[in-house]
């Protein structure tokens, strides 16, 4: 008999039975026979798992830093849109503000995208190659478009609210001149800029992002609009506001909506993380602020004081979103069950539906 390091995990024999004559019984098959190895099957019924219950894929070493760049990002790109809108409707407070608040979001993000990647250089980087099939290569070049058009606009605001004292000499018409188109061309990347940081955590093997790449991005753009919204309510005269109200109503319903749908197309394991613990939490009171920061927008929101705490509940609503998406999709990557039931109900799916015969799937 061998002997194992590995012998203490095998499960215990059974009792083995004696005859009345004293003779043990031989085999351990039904009706007494078998194939007289007079021994406990060494294979057990599998169960699917891992090697001693360690996760299947690697967690994303992600942190809050990154988490409060997909909230900043939707911030800026919303706010893009909403100064698009001062723009073209004589709305110069709401112009202002919402480029101040846009380019203020783009660079708290960097600063944070910048810290996760622990040095500045590795963004430059990324900006050697142009790879259309890479989200992250995609980002930095829609980040970079727009921080280019947003810079423009900035700095066009910033020399009118000090009066033309800026030191810009022969610079200042050509700036005024494209100040205009500027503020166009950042608003065509804001949907994007929104949009591209659920298409970054979808394309990973982390199990809750990637059943939910079909729909994550339309919450992370209606989470933007909610975030943007919101704070345009606060720095604005309601007299302005008009747009943004309208926005934020819309983004309400279509959080509600996007999330309801993406849910109910994910697997329901890979959805639970979603619902349980910190997460399930987080994106619960989301839903909760969202809501309330809808409802005060449309009963109230002609009211400074209410337009002001709505629009603080939608910009909280939307940074429970990408926090508690993230933190959702890190958990579901710890437990190897969020990885291997959803494979599984995904080889009995195409096995119902008749495919037998490709390299995923036997007939077995």
């Given at each position: 008999m061998s002997l194992s390091e590995f012998d203490s995990y095998r499960p215990p024999e059974p009792p083995r039975r004696r005859r009345r004559d004293g003779a043990r019984r031989r085999g351990t098959g039904p009706g007494g026979g078998g194939d007289g190895a007079r021994e406990m099957p060494m294979v057990p019924e599998p169960?699917?798992?891992?090697?001693?219950?360690?996760?299947?894929?690697?967690?994303?070493?992600?942190?809050?830093?990154?988490?409060?760049?997909?909230?900043?990002?939707?911030?800026?790109?919303?706010?893009?849109?909403?100064?698009?809108?001062?723009?073209?409707?004589?709305?110069?407070?709401?112009?202002?503000?919402?480029?101040?608040?846009?380019?203020?979001?783009?660079?708290?993000?960097?600063?944070?995208?910048?810290?996760?990647?622990?040095?500045?250089?590795?963004?430059?980087?990324?900006?050697?190659?142009?790879?259309?099939?890479?989200?992250?290569?995609?980002?930095?070049?829609?980040?970079?478009?727009?921080?280019?058009?947003?810079?423009?606009?900035?700095?066009?605001?910033?020399?009118?609210?000090?009066?033309?004292?800026?030191?810009?000499?022969?610079?200042?018409?050509?700036?005024?001149?494209?100040?205009g188109p500027a503020g166009v061309e950042a608003a065509v990347f804001a949907g994007p800029l929104a949009a591209y940081t659920a298409v970054l955590l979808a394309d990973t093997a982390t199990p809750t992002w990637n059943e939910a790449r079909e729909d994550l991005a339309f919450v992370f753009v209606s989470s933007a609009s909610l975030a943007s919204a919101g704070l345009a309510m606060i720095t604005t005269p309601v007299d302005e506001t008009g747009p943004a109200r309208r926005l934020a109503v819309l983004g309400v319903v279509g959080d509600l909506v996007a999330t309801r749908v993406m849910e109910h197309r994910m697997d329901p394991v890979a959805a639970e993380p979603l619902h349980e613990g910190k997460p399930g939490a987080m994106l619960a009171w989301s839903e909760r602020l969202a809501v309330a920061g809808g409802l005060g927008t449309l009963l109230g929101g002609r009211h400074r004081a209410v337009a002001a705490v709505s629009g603080a509940a939608l910009l909280a609503a939307s940074a429970l979103t990408r926090f508690g998406v993230l933190e959702a999709g890190l958990r579901s990557a710890e437990d190897p069950r969020y990885t291997i039931e959803p494979q599984k109900n995904r080889l009995a799916a195409r096995r119902a539906a008749g495919i037998t015969d490709d390299s995923i799937t036997t007939a077995g």
């Amino acid at each position: 008999m061998s002997l194992s390091e590995f012998d203490s995990y095998r499960p215990p024999e059974p009792p083995r039975r004696r005859r009345r004559d004293g003779a043990r019984r031989r085999g351990t098959g039904p009706g007494g026979g078998g194939d007289g190895a007079r021994e406990m099957p060494m294979v057990p019924e599998p169960e699917f798992t891992s090697y001693y219950g360690r996760p299947v894929v690697k967690p994303a070493p992600w942190g809050h830093e990154v988490a409060a760049y997909l909230f900043l990002g939707g911030v800026a790109g919303g706010s893009a849109l909403l100064a698009l809108g001062g723009q073209l409707t004589g709305r110069d407070a709401l112009r202002r503000n919402a480029r101040l608040g846009s380019v203020t979001a783009l660079a708290l993000g960097g600063a944070a995208l910048v810290k996760d990647l622990g040095r500045p250089e590795r963004f430059l980087h990324m900006l050697r190659t142009f790879k259309p099939t890479s989200p992250m290569s995609m980002g930095t070049w829609i980040l970079s478009a727009f921080g280019a058009g947003m810079g423009i606009t900035v700095a066009a605001e910033a020399d009118r609210m000090t009066g033309s004292r800026l030191p810009l000499g022969p610079l200042r018409p050509v700036l005024r001149a494209v100040e205009g188109p500027a503020g166009v061309e950042a608003a065509v990347f804001a949907g994007p800029l929104a949009a591209y940081t659920a298409v970054l955590l979808a394309d990973t093997a982390t199990p809750t992002w990637n059943e939910a790449r079909e729909d994550l991005a339309f919450v992370f753009v209606s989470s933007a609009s909610l975030a943007s919204a919101g704070l345009a309510m606060i720095t604005t005269p309601v007299d302005e506001t008009g747009p943004a109200r309208r926005l934020a109503v819309l983004g309400v319903v279509g959080d509600l909506v996007a999330t309801r749908v993406m849910e109910h197309r994910m697997d329901p394991v890979a959805a639970e993380p979603l619902h349980e613990g910190k997460p399930g939490a987080m994106l619960a009171w989301s839903e909760r602020l969202a809501v309330a920061g809808g409802l005060g927008t449309l009963l109230g929101g002609r009211h400074r004081a209410v337009a002001a705490v709505s629009g603080a509940a939608l910009l909280a609503a939307s940074a429970l979103t990408r926090f508690g998406v993230l933190e959702a999709g890190l958990r579901s990557a710890e437990d190897p069950r969020y990885t291997i039931e959803p494979q599984k109900n995904r080889l009995a799916a195409r096995r119902a539906a008749g495919i037998t015969d490709d390299s995923i799937t036997t007939a077995g």
